[in-house]
């Protein structure tokens, strides 16, 4: 008798992994005939239905619609290949820059810049190169945002030094744009390299300390370690007490030597504090907790007895 209701038990399993099963190749099938949808969209719709089903296959986030969006990126209109370039960066990191770096050659520095940042959100090192040869002969300065945002967002040291470059020309209006992406690409990739969590703000809050979750950096000083950091808090702690500069790089300036936690930094930061600008003073307050954090850890956590004084 349980024999019986075993093998009954069994069966029914059986019938339902089958069951399963197949409505998993369904599934699979269902999703192939998707994007052979979008693929014949883009190849024959107009400019605005290819445009929409690039956003549709961006929105899969997989590297087969990836791959369907390809084409695009040789499409006559601009709108369409600037838009295809971020949705091809699902695709395999080496044949994603294999894929975008022709575009950073277009005429377009629509197309150029749409591509700078599609780079930074593929992430991967191997495009670092090619974003800091567009950062030193562009011509357009949006492209060289977009390549310094990009570098930022990859995070990999090999960029620090383009970046510390930005800051070899005097602040002007004109520059400003430029000045605060590079200060706060600075100030990701040392983040990057600490292994803190990304920063999407800046300020991060405005919520009480007891809040704000410091962690342990992975280098107790930076500077060392990557000694092209140290001309970058030189640099930055300049930009940040300077009055000429725009106040949105005097913050990502704060940001950034927080992120390279060097001692040096520790009494303009407290400078900060008194800042009549709110958002200056946070960003200071934060940097100063994560500069106490790297010089004296007082706990399995590495935050710093020092850190609770911020005011």
Do not use: C
Not at 80 to 85: F, G, M, P, Y
Not at 113 to 133: D, F, I, P
Not at 284 to 300: D, H, I, W
Request: proline share 4%; hydrophobic share 40%; net charge positive.
């Amino acid at each position: 008798m349980m024999s019986e209701i075993w093998l009954k038990s069994v069966g029914s399993v059986t019938k339902f992994s089958i069951l399963l099963l197949v409505f998993f190749i369904q599934g699979l099938s269902q999703t192939a005939e998707e994007l052979k949808y979008y693929a014949e969209r883009i190849e024959f719709g107009e400019i605005d239905v290819r445009r929409s089903a690039l956003f549709d296959l961006r929105n899969f986030e997989s590297e087969s619609a990836s791959r369907v969006a390809i084409p695009a990126l040789r499409d006559i209109s601009e709108i369409v290949r600037a838009t295809a370039t971020h949705t091809v960066v699902f695709l395999p990191e080496e044949e994603a820059i294999r894929v975008l770096t022709p575009l950073l050659n277009e005429r377009s520095a629509f197309i150029r810049r749409e591509t700078a940042y599609a780079l930074g959100e593929v992430g991967s090192a191997a495009a670092v190169k090619h974003l800091t040869n567009l950062m030193q002969k562009d011509t357009d300065r949006e492209v060289r945002v977009a390549g310094a945002v990009a570098l930022g967002r990859i995070g990999n040291v090999s960029a620090v030094q383009i970046l510390n470059e930005v800051f070899k020309k005097k602040p002007k209006s004109k520059r400003s744009f430029l000045r605060r992406a590079a200060a706060r690409s600075i100030g990701q990739i040392a983040q990057r390299l600490q292994n803190q969590s990304k920063t999407r703000t800046t300020p991060e809050s405005f919520l009480p300390e007891k809040h704000k979750k410091i962690v342990r950096p992975r280098f107790r000083r930076l500077v060392e370690q990557f000694p092209v950091f140290r001309r970058s808090n030189e640099i930055m702690l300049k930009v940040m007490q300077s009055p000429k500069e725009a106040p949105d790089t005097r913050r990502e300036a704060s940001f950034a030597v927080g992120e390279i936690g060097d001692a040096s930094s520790i009494e303009p930061l407290k400078r900060n504090l008194r800042s009549g600008d709110y958002y200056l003073a946070e960003i200071s307050a934060e940097a100063l907790r994560k500069v106490y954090a790297s010089v004296n850890f007082a706990n399995s956590d590495g935050v710093s007895e020092s850190a609770s004084s911020v005011k």
